[in-house]
């Protein structure tokens, strides 16, 4: 590849530079920059000389985030990726295997340097997973080593995630946990593509890593809360609720805080990012937030249907309110405002009554 320009090397992948650019203006969004930095994102993708080696490591995990990398669509974020590093190592897409694969990450970790991404959590309990006849832990802990950076993608490599449920008895942790060091932690179940891409052209275009939350997440993409940019919250905000999938309620797109959404207690943007082509998300398709790019997660957010405790509910202010409480509220509210309109009604039916009688007296 490096005896091709970019513009020649974008052609081949059938990828005209309007796409180019349209990418560059999703990488801006993604940064929560200005459309302005398109030309400059651009630039510093195009002006990459020599790819960053990149050993990319399966703990224990799915292989979900992956999956969710490589099948992003056209111009693919991992079409993109893979033009700005070069991927050494990784067991899912190598072509080699076996001992010829071995042999890859050795030498990749003899000449050192690269960024490491670590997908899946780490067993600290020795023989609960192997790769090559060695413990996970201890091939982690070489590579860590040797490396430039070290990036934690997904819940599962993040904070322990599904592998470190209770009852965990692997002892499987978070990545920076075990390695206790900073590492950047791209969470979430599984990963959006363009998070590992905005943190990679974050780099590229102002020489350094995006600001970190104090999970060790950059602020760009975990720093907004899901329920404050949900497009089902003024359906929270009026106390219109939805009681059972599939009804027409959750088809008209009212809140499912009560069918267990975890939004109000979860950080990311994932409303302004989506997954498949930028279509949807876990809300918009009905089912609601799970939190799984948040610490503890899973076991934090169990039972996976139960109501968020402690959540206010701004419909009558002055007053602290869950969800049931509202629902109540709104039940006498709604009786109150039958009332009123009746007797308004009735009252309307009397004056009518009253000036009718006045009118025949006159006459």
Known sequence: MA??????????????????????????????????????????????????????????????????????THPSASEIVLDILSIDYHETIMAAAGEQSEEILKKSVGEGGYILIVEGGVPTKPGYGRIGRRDMMDILRETADKSAAIIALGSCATYGGVPAARPNPAGIKGVGEFLQRPVINLSGCP??????????????????????????????????????????????????????????????????????????????????????????????????CTGCTEPGWPDAFSPMRAVLPGISIPVFKGVENTADKVGAALGIATAAGIGIHLAASAMKGRTKKDEDKEKGGEG
């Open 3 to 72: 005896e091709y320009d970019f513009d020649t090397v974008l052609s081949l992948k059938d990828i005209n530079r309007r796409r180019f650019l349209k990418f560059c203006g999703q990488m801006a969004a993604a940064l929560g920059l200005s459309q302005s930095f398109i030309p400059q994102i651009a630039n510093a993708i195009e002006k990459v000389s020599k790819r960053p080696s990149v050993v990319w490591l399966h703990l224990a995990m799915d292989t979900g985030c992956t999956e969710s990398v490589i099948k992003a």
């Open 191 to 288: 990963v959006n593509p363009d998070w590992l891409v905005a943190t990679v052209v974050h780099h590229l275009l102002f020489g350094k890593l995006p600001e970190l939350d104090k999970h060790g997440r950059p602020k760009i993409i975990y720093g907004m809360n899901i329920h404050d940019n949900c497009p089902r919250r003024a359906s929270f905000d009026a106390g219109k609720f939805v009681e059972e999938f599939g009804s027409e309620e959750a088809m008209e797109g009212e809140c499912l805080y009560k069918m267990g959404c975890k939004g109000p207690n979860t950080y990311a943007n994932c409303p302004l990012i989506r997954w498949n082509d930028k279509i949807s998300w876990c809300v918009q398709s009905g089912y609601g």
